[in-house]
């Protein structure tokens, strides 16, 4: 075989093999190596008219299948194929379907969510796919976005850190690795930076903006070898992401040194005629597509004729075709492709939400809890629940047993896609907060619905949106509660009962003035299939929540923005009406115990070139429970050339302790991690006085500060 088809000698370096095949495409198989099209249904047709070399929404037989038609072609270049399982496999029936993005960066716990997407790497390769679009690394800024809940929150640093684990957790050890998939680092970038919050507006970002909290992300991820990039929908200073040559060749290629596959966002090519009207026609849309550094088109088939039409007509010249072809035949070369194309495996499908992988989800929703307020009920915390205020509970509200809002977007149900298994996970392997009250409801204890809240002795109010209310296209106007919530929190309130108010939302909403004095918030995001039992397991005390927000809670929409690390030197310190501070903060997060900090110490406070901040700290567990808290350092750097953010996030750790126990832990930083970007756009450190602050939220109060030098 390979001496007809000489690329298939697996002995050959990978550019060779590269070489040696684009040598014998014609123009129309370059063209159609380019193209990502959604495979529903008619892979087959996709295969035979474009040559298509990427395929979307298709997964198990039809997986199969695509994969035997694309071998059968005059090449038999084996197709690669991939879908959003952004936090779970989000289209096959029963899989497991995790605590979304947000919810999971509320666990501050990295070796977590490599295992998240370990597992979810295996139940995708088990179905035929190799590439996940995930993680996302946008910053979360305007909360009424409908894709805040797909973001880690607020924090380029933590971005960084948790999409690295996730990115590591997808692609394994190696790009052989048969349970591994590419992931891919997406939006890139400023797609999060909104007008209104409306969805792949305009993004109104400088470069140095850009370079000074949206790219470091993406940096990392470059540098560190995820494969795969993703752009965004949005326009940045008149230029369509997908357009933009500065972004995509000269500082994702050139600067950082990315030899992966770059692909569009749906349609992106074809909207740079149709909507944002930079282009023409589709050949001169797609020879600024790939002149502008993309090499994989999704969702747009007229670049299939516009491609070849573009190197006819000169605007594009083959050159320029063949260098993106290479990157995504190298890819495949690199996945193995061409020796195991990557068929369905029935062992591994038989694993798929297996007992292994329900525990990964259970431990994840249960750390992805974050106990928001827990004040004193006949001078004791509500929570956890005990008897002495009565054993009868009313669960109310609309998500009390929602399974599609607990799951939240990008799982079956949502919208994106229906799928040939079945048009939502079975209910059979979901946990509602209803089923999970039930299940653990203690003996003597009673759980009573709505028609007789009246006579309970405690109310659960289980509030927050809805799959209407999440996801593309979705931003809302408002942060308020919808839907007839206001009112029932307002009746629930009236009965002066005491309240638990539990929180399944995608994002930051605004709670109504009435619940202000409501005793218990427990904030769960959208926590997944097991989050409903976790939720069940923290009311009666069956774990202690260790949850802390990496997205702030503003008081009022008007207030926003209310992330924590804004830049310094505004005129005035709060509105006429309203204060600037947030209802809860980043990093804010309470548990069943308490932590008692020490003074901080620093091995040096006059630190030079190539040196590392060496920042110790006592830390005592002075309540009755074992428990574990985040500790986190910010960094101030008092005096800079430029405008900059009061404080940064620059390490944490996670900390376990006995009840009663201590730890002296020791965070540290290279001084490099001190840099600022300069009014030039330069990332650079600059000499002088930087306040390290060490505590457990962003809150200055929650803070322990120390000061040193830099020289």
Sequence with gaps: MSGTKPWLDASLPVERRVELLISRMTLSEKAGQLLMLDGQEVYADLIREYDVGALLHINGRDADAAIEAALATRLGIPILLADDAIHGHSFWAGAAIFPTQLALAC???????????????????????????????????????????????????????????????????????????????????????????????????????????????????????????????QSIDGLPSTANRWLLREVLKDEWGFDGILVTDWNNVGTLVTDQKVCADYADAAALALKSGNDLIMATPEFFQGCQEAVRRGLLAEAELDEAVARVLRAKFRLGLFEDPGRCDSAEMARINCEEH??????????????????????????????????????????????????????????????????????????????????????????????????????????????????????????????????????????????????????????????????????????????????????????????????????????????????????????????????????????????????????????GKGERLELRIEIVNVGGRDGVEVLQLYI??????????????????????????RADVCLELPISDLSIVDAAGRRVVESGRFRAWVGTSSRQEDLRPIEFEVT
Aim: aromatic share 8%.
């Design 636 to 661: 101030e750097d008092l005096v800079t050339s430029a405008t900059w953010a009061v404080r940064e996030l620059k390490a944490f750790r996670r900390i376990a302790l006995a009840a009663g126990a």
């Design 107 to 233: 666990s501050w716990d990295t070796e977590l969510l490599r295992e998240v997407a370990r597992v979810t790497a295996r139940e995708m390769r088990a179905t035929g796919l190799k590439w996940n679009f995930s993680p996302v690394l946008c910053l979360a800024r305007d909360l009424r976005w409908g894709r805040v809940g797909e973001t880690f929150g607020e924090d380029p640093f933590l971005i960084g850190e948790l999409g690295l684990a996730m990115i590591k957790g997808y692609q394994g050890e190696s790009m052989e690795d048969p349970r591994a998939v590419m992931a891919t680092a997406k939006h890139y970038a400023g797609y999060s930076e909104t007008l209104g919050g409306r969805d792949a507006s305009e993004a109104d970002l400088s470069r140095r903006k850009l370079a000074s909290w949206f790219l470091p992300p993406f940096e990392r991820a470059a540098r560190e070898g995820c494969r795969a990039f993703m752009t965004g929908y």
């Design 358 to 607: 329900r525990e990964v989800n259970l431990r994840a929703a249960r750390e992805s809890l974050v106990l928001l307020r827990n004040e004193a009920v006949d001078g004791k915390a509500l929570l956890p629940l005990d008897p002495s205020l009565g054993r009868t509970i009313a669960l109310l509200g609309p998500n009390a047993d929602n399974p599609l809002a607990q799951l939240g977007d990008w799982s079956l149900g949502a919208g994106q896609m229906v799928g040939s298994n079945g048009s939502s996970h079975p209910r059979s392997t979901i946990t509602t907060v209803s089923d999970g009250l039930r299940e653990l409801l203690p003996v003597g204890w009673r759980l009573v619905g709505g028609d007789e809240a009246e006579r309970a002795d405690l109310i659960a109010l289980a509030l927050g949106d809805d799959i209407g209310l999440i996801g593309e296209t979705k931003s809302t106007a408002t942060l308020e509660l919808q839907n007839g919530q206001v009112e029932l929190a307002l009746r629930a309130m009236s009965w002066g009962k005491p309240v638990i108010v539990i929180l399944i939302n995608s994002k930051p909403l605004v709670l109504p003035a009435c619940l202000a004095t409501a005793p218990a918030v427990v904030e769960a995001f959208n926590p997944g299939m097991e989050g409903g039992r976790a939720i069940a397991e923290l009311l009666f005390g069956l774990i202690n929540p260790s949850g802390k927000l990496t997205v702030s809670f503003p008081a009022h929409v008007g207030q926003q923005p209310v992330y924590y690390n804004q830049v310094r030197g505004q005129h005035g310190a709060r509105y006429a009406d309203l204060t600037q501070e947030p209802t809860f903060a980043f990093g804010f997060g309470l548990s069943y115990t308490r932590f008692s900090l020490g003074v901080p110490r620093l091995l040096s406070a006059r630190l």
